[in-house]
C-alpha cells in the first residue's frame, strides 16, 4: 500500500524558536524546524498534558511551558523531568516549500 501524504504547513511558517501548532484527522501536532529540517511531534506533553506549542524549543530539545520537562523532537524522548514518558514522534515529507504528514504513521 503506498503512503499517503497530507499537506499540513508551509515551512516557511515554522520558525527556529516556537513551534508550529498543526492539525491531521483531529490530532494536534508540534511541527519545528531546525537546521532546514522540519520534525514532528504530539503537541502534548505526555507529563502534565500542556501544549508544546505554547513552550520554546532550542536545537532539537523542546520545553513544555507547564513545568520545563524537555523531549527531544528527533525521538521523542524525555530528556529532562519531570517529564519521563517519551511523546510521539512522526515522519515528515518537505516538498516544494510544504510539509506533509501521513495519516498511516498516526
Known sequence: MDKQWVKI?????IDSA????????GRAI???RTHNVVYATDDTCSHAEASLCDGEYFEYTVTCPRHGGQFDIRTGVAVKMPAVSPIAVFPTLVEDGNVYLSPNDM
Open 9 to 13: 504547513a508551509k515551512v516557511v511558517d
Open 18 to 25: 516556537t513551534p508550529y501548532l498543526a492539525e491531521l484527522n
Open 30 to 32: 508540534a511541527l519545528y
